[in-house]
């Protein structure tokens, strides 16, 4: 009789610790879009389906998800199946694994940020510009579509292309305007 209720204590125990597990399992999936949330970024800035995330004390995270995927917002965007960058309040810089498609070319995203206090847009850097949309877009993580990696990175290789060839020339003009201002003076 007392085997019978060690034996039962025992498996309320162990069910207990299953529920624990499932418990902490579950908030883990879901506490990368809190992760966002705590720094004043909405939650959409990532797809559905995050399976797990790393994050340090400095504020670098990486992202997993199953597979490398596409979600329509006002323009689509490209997740790898890492996304990483380091997070502080209402910011993400040194971003890689995101792509932001623009005139039929994708373009790697390396910020974002948002107006604090909020002026209801959100800013990504795109390299040579920075591209606004309106915040209210992302509140909530959109579904994502599994796709083909070789037309995106045909596509990045010109983007890239682009945008090293505009900050090369953007670069030449300035030194232009500083030449001529220095033989005025």
């Known amino acids: 009789m007392l085997q019978h209720l060690y034996l039962g204590q025992f498996s309320m125990m162990f069910l207990l610790l299953l529920c624990s597990i499932f418990a902490v ?3 883990a999936e879901s506490s ?3 992760v966002l949330e705590s720094h004043g970024l909405p939650m959409g800035l990532l797809p559905k389906g995050v399976k797990n995330f790393t994050l340090d004390n400095s504020g670098k995270f990486v992202v997993h998800l199953d597979q490398a ?3 329509k917002f006002e323009n689509e965007f490209h997740y790898d199946r890492n996304v ?3 997070i502080s309040y209402g910011q993400i810089h040194a971003l890689s694994g995101i792509e932001a498609q623009d005139l039929f070319l994708w373009f790697p995203v390396k910020d974002i940020r948002v107006d604090i206090p909020s002026s209801g ?3 990504f850097n ?3 510009v920075s591209k606004q949309f309106s915040l209210s877009s992302f509140e909530t993580p959109r579904d994502c579509t599994a796709v083909q990696l070789t037309d995106l990175q045909d596509d990045m290789h010109i983007a890239d292309a682009i ?3 505009q900050s ?3 670069r030449y003009k300035f030194d232009q305007g500083n030449i001529g201002r220095k033989a005025i003076l």
Do not use: D, F, P, Q
Request: with cysteine; aromatic share 8%.
């Open 84 to 86: 990483s960058g380091t």
């Open 163 to 165: 945008s090293k060839s």
């Open 121 to 123: 847009l959100i800013y």
């Open 32 to 34: 990368i879009y809190e």
């Open 25 to 27: 399992l579950t908030t």
């Open 168 to 170: 090369g020339e953007l």
């Open 126 to 128: 795109v390299g040579v």
């Open 69 to 71: 995927c596409n979600a």
